[in-house]
Protein backbone atom coordinates (compact mmCIF):
# COMPACT_ATOMS: atom_id res chain seq x y z
CA UNK A 1 0.00 0.00 0.00
CA UNK A 2 1.30 3.35 -0.96
CA UNK A 3 0.44 6.62 0.75
CA UNK A 4 0.64 10.26 -0.02
CA UNK A 5 3.49 11.83 2.07
CA UNK A 6 4.16 15.63 2.39
CA UNK A 7 7.97 15.38 3.97
CA UNK A 8 9.91 13.88 6.74
CA UNK A 9 11.69 15.35 10.32
CA UNK A 10 14.21 12.68 11.00
CA UNK A 11 15.01 14.74 14.36
CA UNK A 12 11.75 16.02 15.93
CA UNK A 13 11.53 16.79 19.87
CA UNK A 14 8.12 18.81 20.20
CA UNK A 15 5.74 15.95 18.93
CA UNK A 16 5.95 13.33 21.28
CA UNK A 17 8.26 11.77 24.04
CA UNK A 18 12.23 11.35 22.96
CA UNK A 19 13.48 12.04 19.87
CA UNK A 20 10.81 11.26 17.22
CA UNK A 21 10.79 10.42 13.58
CA UNK A 22 8.52 12.49 12.09
CA UNK A 23 5.92 11.95 9.29
CA UNK A 24 3.67 14.67 7.76
CA UNK A 25 1.18 12.98 5.99
CA UNK A 26 -0.70 14.45 3.13
CA UNK A 27 -4.32 16.03 2.82
CA UNK A 28 -6.86 17.70 5.16
CA UNK A 29 -10.33 18.76 5.17
CA UNK A 30 -10.01 21.09 7.72
CA UNK A 31 -8.95 24.57 6.37
CA UNK A 32 -7.72 26.25 9.70
CA UNK A 33 -7.28 30.46 10.30
CA UNK A 34 -3.41 30.12 11.53
CA UNK A 35 -2.71 26.54 9.36
CA UNK A 36 1.27 26.84 8.84
CA UNK A 37 1.05 23.90 6.30
CA UNK A 38 -1.67 24.72 3.85
CA UNK A 39 1.13 23.02 1.27
CA UNK A 40 -0.87 19.94 3.19
CA UNK A 41 -4.52 20.39 2.51
CA UNK A 42 -4.39 18.70 -1.12
CA UNK A 43 -3.49 15.00 -0.54
CA UNK A 44 -2.46 14.50 -4.39
CA UNK A 45 0.06 17.01 -3.78
CA UNK A 46 1.99 14.76 -1.89
CA UNK A 47 5.11 12.35 -2.54
CA UNK A 48 3.71 8.31 -2.75
CA UNK A 49 5.58 6.39 -0.58
CA UNK A 50 4.94 2.82 0.47
CA UNK A 51 5.47 1.20 4.36
CA UNK A 52 8.39 -0.57 3.69
CA UNK A 53 10.86 3.07 2.35
CA UNK A 54 9.34 4.90 5.15
CA UNK A 55 10.31 2.33 8.13
CA UNK A 56 13.35 1.50 6.08
CA UNK A 57 14.80 5.10 6.82
CA UNK A 58 13.69 4.84 10.25
CA UNK A 59 15.64 1.87 10.75
CA UNK A 60 18.77 3.60 9.60
CA UNK A 61 18.60 5.79 12.32
CA UNK A 62 17.09 3.79 14.97
CA UNK A 63 19.39 4.32 18.02
CA UNK A 64 18.32 7.88 17.95
CA UNK A 65 14.55 7.05 18.93
CA UNK A 66 15.67 4.50 21.71
CA UNK A 67 13.20 6.57 23.99
CA UNK A 68 11.21 8.10 21.11
CA UNK A 69 9.22 6.71 17.92
CA UNK A 70 7.10 6.98 15.11
CA UNK A 71 4.72 10.40 14.61
CA UNK A 72 2.07 10.82 12.17
CA UNK A 73 1.03 14.09 11.25
CA UNK A 74 0.31 16.53 8.66
CA UNK A 75 -1.76 17.45 7.33
CA UNK A 76 -4.82 15.07 9.01
CA UNK A 77 -3.13 11.37 8.95
CA UNK A 78 -6.83 10.07 9.32
CA UNK A 79 -7.18 11.22 5.68
CA UNK A 80 -5.55 8.21 4.96
CA UNK A 81 -6.23 5.75 7.56
CA UNK A 82 -5.92 2.58 5.67
CA UNK A 83 -1.84 3.34 5.01
CA UNK A 84 -1.74 5.04 8.53
CA UNK A 85 -3.03 1.50 9.74
CA UNK A 86 -0.40 -0.68 7.94
CA UNK A 87 2.40 1.79 9.06
CA UNK A 88 1.33 1.52 12.74
CA UNK A 89 0.87 -2.15 12.76
CA UNK A 90 4.28 -2.79 11.13
CA UNK A 91 6.01 -0.23 13.22
CA UNK A 92 4.62 -2.24 16.41
CA UNK A 93 6.12 -5.71 14.57
CA UNK A 94 9.17 -3.88 15.54
CA UNK A 95 8.84 -2.69 18.93
CA UNK A 96 8.85 1.16 17.75
CA UNK A 97 6.47 3.89 19.72
CA UNK A 98 4.22 5.00 17.60
CA UNK A 99 2.15 8.11 17.89
CA UNK A 100 -1.13 10.18 16.22
CA UNK A 101 -0.95 13.17 15.66
CA UNK A 102 -4.60 14.48 15.01
CA UNK A 103 -7.58 17.13 15.18
CA UNK A 104 -10.35 13.83 15.74
CA UNK A 105 -11.90 15.63 12.78
CA UNK A 106 -12.33 12.01 10.97
CA UNK A 107 -14.34 10.57 13.72
CA UNK A 108 -17.89 9.81 12.59
CA UNK A 109 -20.59 11.62 14.04
CA UNK A 110 -24.51 11.88 13.39
CA UNK A 111 -23.68 15.02 11.64
CA UNK A 112 -21.16 14.11 9.66
CA UNK A 113 -19.18 11.13 8.71
CA UNK A 114 -16.20 10.34 5.87
CA UNK A 115 -16.75 6.89 4.16
CA UNK A 116 -13.34 5.96 4.11
CA UNK A 117 -13.40 6.40 8.17
CA UNK A 118 -15.17 3.95 9.87
CA UNK A 119 -15.56 2.92 13.85
CA UNK A 120 -13.85 -0.57 12.75
CA UNK A 121 -11.08 0.91 11.07
CA UNK A 122 -10.47 3.77 13.71
CA UNK A 123 -10.64 0.86 16.86
CA UNK A 124 -8.16 -1.29 14.50
CA UNK A 125 -6.04 2.12 14.04
CA UNK A 126 -5.85 2.76 17.84
CA UNK A 127 -4.77 -1.07 18.23
CA UNK A 128 -1.44 -0.01 17.26
CA UNK A 129 -1.05 3.86 18.47
CA UNK A 130 0.72 4.32 21.92
CA UNK A 131 -0.10 7.79 22.30
CA UNK A 132 -2.35 10.32 20.76
CA UNK A 133 -1.96 14.24 20.30
CA UNK A 134 -5.24 15.34 20.33
CA UNK A 135 -5.23 19.25 18.87
CA UNK A 136 -8.71 20.86 20.00
CA UNK A 137 -9.19 23.54 17.88
CA UNK A 138 -12.09 25.48 19.97
CA UNK A 139 -14.35 24.23 22.55
CA UNK A 140 -17.31 26.98 21.26
CA UNK A 141 -19.09 24.51 18.06
CA UNK A 142 -19.95 27.91 16.33
CA UNK A 143 -16.19 29.87 16.76
CA UNK A 144 -14.93 26.28 15.94
CA UNK A 145 -16.86 26.32 12.40
CA UNK A 146 -15.55 29.98 12.11
CA UNK A 147 -12.12 28.87 12.58
CA UNK A 148 -11.72 25.62 10.53
CA UNK A 149 -14.85 25.60 8.36
CA UNK A 150 -15.80 22.46 10.76
CA UNK A 151 -17.50 21.62 13.83
CA UNK A 152 -15.92 20.54 16.76
CA UNK A 153 -17.99 17.94 17.72
CA UNK A 154 -15.99 15.16 16.35
CA UNK A 155 -13.02 16.68 18.16
CA UNK A 156 -14.73 16.56 21.23
CA UNK A 157 -16.48 12.91 20.91
CA UNK A 158 -13.41 11.29 19.75
CA UNK A 159 -11.71 12.80 22.78
CA UNK A 160 -14.49 11.33 24.99
CA UNK A 161 -14.18 7.82 22.82
CA UNK A 162 -10.39 7.93 23.59
CA UNK A 163 -11.14 8.50 27.29
CA UNK A 164 -13.52 5.43 27.36
CA UNK A 165 -11.00 3.46 26.19
CA UNK A 166 -8.00 4.67 28.68
CA UNK A 167 -5.67 5.58 25.61
CA UNK A 168 -3.05 8.06 26.76
CA UNK A 169 -3.84 11.54 25.36
CA UNK A 170 -2.11 14.60 25.21
CA UNK A 171 -4.00 17.98 24.70
CA UNK A 172 -2.74 20.57 22.15
CA UNK A 173 -4.31 23.91 21.98
CA UNK A 174 -3.01 26.64 19.98
CA UNK A 175 -3.91 29.90 21.87
CA UNK A 176 -4.72 32.91 19.04
CA UNK A 177 -5.17 36.20 20.43
CA UNK A 178 -9.01 37.09 19.53
CA UNK A 179 -10.13 33.51 18.67
CA UNK A 180 -8.78 31.09 21.46
CA UNK A 181 -7.37 33.71 23.59
CA UNK A 182 -10.50 34.19 26.23
CA UNK A 183 -10.65 33.48 29.48
CA UNK A 184 -14.49 32.11 29.20
CA UNK A 185 -13.35 30.17 26.65
CA UNK A 186 -10.11 28.46 28.58
CA UNK A 187 -11.72 27.56 31.58
CA UNK A 188 -14.55 25.84 29.04
CA UNK A 189 -12.02 23.81 27.93
CA UNK A 190 -10.32 23.18 31.36
CA UNK A 191 -14.39 21.70 32.26
CA UNK A 192 -14.24 19.47 29.51
CA UNK A 193 -10.79 18.48 30.06
CA UNK A 194 -11.54 17.46 33.37
CA UNK A 195 -13.77 15.37 32.11
CA UNK A 196 -11.74 12.81 30.88
CA UNK A 197 -9.64 10.48 33.10
CA UNK A 198 -7.04 9.62 29.86
CA UNK A 199 -5.12 12.91 29.37
CA UNK A 200 -1.58 12.64 30.49
CA UNK A 201 -0.84 16.49 29.56
CA UNK A 202 -1.80 19.49 28.50
CA UNK A 203 0.08 21.66 25.78
CA UNK A 204 -0.40 25.31 25.39
CA UNK A 205 0.55 26.60 22.41
CA UNK A 206 1.14 30.35 21.18
CA UNK A 207 0.02 31.34 18.18
CA UNK A 208 2.68 31.77 15.09
CA UNK A 209 3.09 33.44 11.70
CA UNK A 210 5.97 31.32 10.65
CA UNK A 211 3.52 29.84 8.14
CA UNK A 212 2.65 32.96 6.15
CA UNK A 213 5.32 32.69 3.88
CA UNK A 214 3.59 29.05 2.16
CA UNK A 215 0.48 31.07 1.91
CA UNK A 216 2.48 33.71 -0.39
CA UNK A 217 4.59 31.13 -2.13
CA UNK A 218 1.02 29.27 -2.97
CA UNK A 219 -0.59 32.55 -3.98
CA UNK A 220 -2.97 32.36 -0.88
CA UNK A 221 -4.47 35.09 1.35
CA UNK A 222 -3.33 34.65 5.02
CA UNK A 223 -6.26 34.94 7.37
CA UNK A 224 -4.75 36.34 10.20
CA UNK A 225 -2.66 39.18 8.40
CA UNK A 226 -2.57 41.54 11.06
CA UNK A 227 -3.05 39.04 14.24
CA UNK A 228 -0.04 39.65 16.56
CA UNK A 229 1.76 36.43 18.24
CA UNK A 230 1.44 35.85 21.73
CA UNK A 231 4.01 36.56 24.92
CA UNK A 232 5.80 33.42 27.13
CA UNK A 233 3.62 35.64 29.49
CA UNK A 234 0.56 35.36 27.93
CA UNK A 235 0.95 31.82 27.12
CA UNK A 236 0.98 31.37 30.95
CA UNK A 237 -1.86 32.83 31.56
CA UNK A 238 -3.96 30.85 29.78
CA UNK A 239 -2.79 28.05 31.11
CA UNK A 240 -3.81 29.25 34.34
CA UNK A 241 -7.21 29.74 32.65
CA UNK A 242 -7.39 26.37 31.64
CA UNK A 243 -6.05 24.76 35.24
CA UNK A 244 -8.95 27.13 36.65
CA UNK A 245 -11.89 25.53 34.64
CA UNK A 246 -10.53 21.91 35.36
CA UNK A 247 -10.27 23.01 39.00
CA UNK A 248 -13.83 24.48 38.93
CA UNK A 249 -15.24 20.84 37.38
CA UNK A 250 -13.19 18.83 39.70
CA UNK A 251 -14.72 21.18 42.23
Given at each position: ???????????G????P?V??V??F?G?????????N????D?K??????????????E??R??Y????I?????E??????????L?T???E??????????G???P???????????????????V???????????D?????KL???????S?Q???Y????K??????H?????????ADE?????????????V?K??????????????DNL????P?E??????????E??????????T??E?
Amino acid sequence: MEGYIHSIETFGTVDGPGVRFVIFFQGCPMRCQYCHNPDTWDMKDGTKMDVGEILERFERNRSFYKTGGITATGGEPMFQIDFLTELFTKAKEKNIHTCLDTSGVLFPTEEEKFPDVTMDKIEQLLSVTDLVLLDIKHIDDASHRKLTKHSNQPSLQFAQYLSRKKKPVWIRHVVVPEITYDADELRQLGSFLATLSNVEKIEVLPYHAMGKVKYDNLGIAYPLEDTRQLTKEEVEIARKFIQEGITREEG
